[in-house]
């Protein structure tokens, strides 16, 4: 028999501690939020190498190095910890796995399986609390904010990371991480140019802490700048953007609206003229024999997503338009009435049993006033679709603004049966806005009809 439970004592919850990512920050409690392993990381340690700079010349072989070693890191993080662990887009063989769990261990970002898990929270939460480095607290935040600042790891949004788990070389390096992170990131790059050409100071400070400065704050950018800067081809209903500065920092994390949009695809830059040296190296790697089974989505998908999101643009633009008062908020007009008012002097005129007026336009009519005046308070459908003139899209489309009214009975044309077209049949875009396409305003009748005077 289960025992009721005793609503005197505190339950478990309650006598948690709360964790100091979740209580106010204050000046006595402001160095308790800071994570200070890693300030002393990507702050602490680059701002030494900064200063030791000063002392140590730097020599052009080892700069060459420290470019290249550079990109080796950076491709670790990558094309190894980014696109390969993170996001599966290909899989590799087991040297190159080996070799991308170091290099990418030399950029000193944590291990694999640390960053992939906080990349596919920030991938399934993008922008929400739950995503580890969300754009929406700020620029700085996604940027450096997140790292330098204490998390309650119980805040990022669970991930399944079974796949990692099972994968020996991510376990490895996980467990051998200090180690990976002294020798990947300091002693090789200070090993090769001192063994190489006698640079060992140099190679220890530009090689290695000022390199992995450069690495760290170049792929943080992914999660910062890419999340801020630029053009949303295939979805503008969350932060990731694209721009070449961020693909020329980031070596081609740079298409980020496509990324977060199709984040197994090997590709960042889906065109071959676009900045993307990670899809490169793994494209490289293939013909080597190194990676296999690249992925990618078929272009007939991201098409899709650029033409519903232009569509959207274009909803947008057409909303801010004066496409003239639908005809059934129009108010209904006798065909007496309406030459009445004609011949008391408003300048009204009747096209497809719409009442347009036209008083102000009168003078600025392209054809001429005359033209215009011969159709006040007549039946004008044919002479404007032909009998007269042929008149042209644009024409239709200002006449749009200046409806007034609709003819009971409509005249020349079964102007109930168009309203209807109009009002129901048109098609609508997502906000509800008719959708009024060229050569279909209610006004344009296909087909010259013979002059005829109504009145
Ligand atoms: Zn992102
Ligand atoms: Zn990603």
Redesign the pocket.
Known sequence: MSSKPDASRPRAADTKKVHIADTQMTRQNWYKHVNWLNVTFIIGIPLAGCIQAFWVPLQLKTAIWAVIYYFFTGLGITAGY??LW??CSYSATLPLRIWLALVGGGAVEGSIRWWARD?RA??RYTDTDKDPYSVRKGLLYSHLGWMVMKQNPKRIGRTDITDLNEDPVVVWQHRNYIKVVLTMGLIVPMLVSGLGWGDWYGGFVYAGILRIFFVQQATFC?NSLAHWLGDQPFDDRNSPRDHIITALVTLGEGYHNF??EF?SDYRNAIEWHQYDPTKWTIWTCKQLGLAYDLKQFRSNEIEKGRVQQLQKKIDQKRAKLDWGTPLDQLPVMEWDDYVEQAKNGRGLISIAGVVHDVTDFIKDHPGGKAMIKSGLGKDATAMFNGGVYYHSNGAHNLLSTMRVGVIRGGGEVEIWKRAQKENSEYVRDETGQRIIRAGQQVTKIPEPIPTADAA
């Open positions: 980014h696109r993170a996001h990349h920030h991938h992914v990324h977060h984040p």
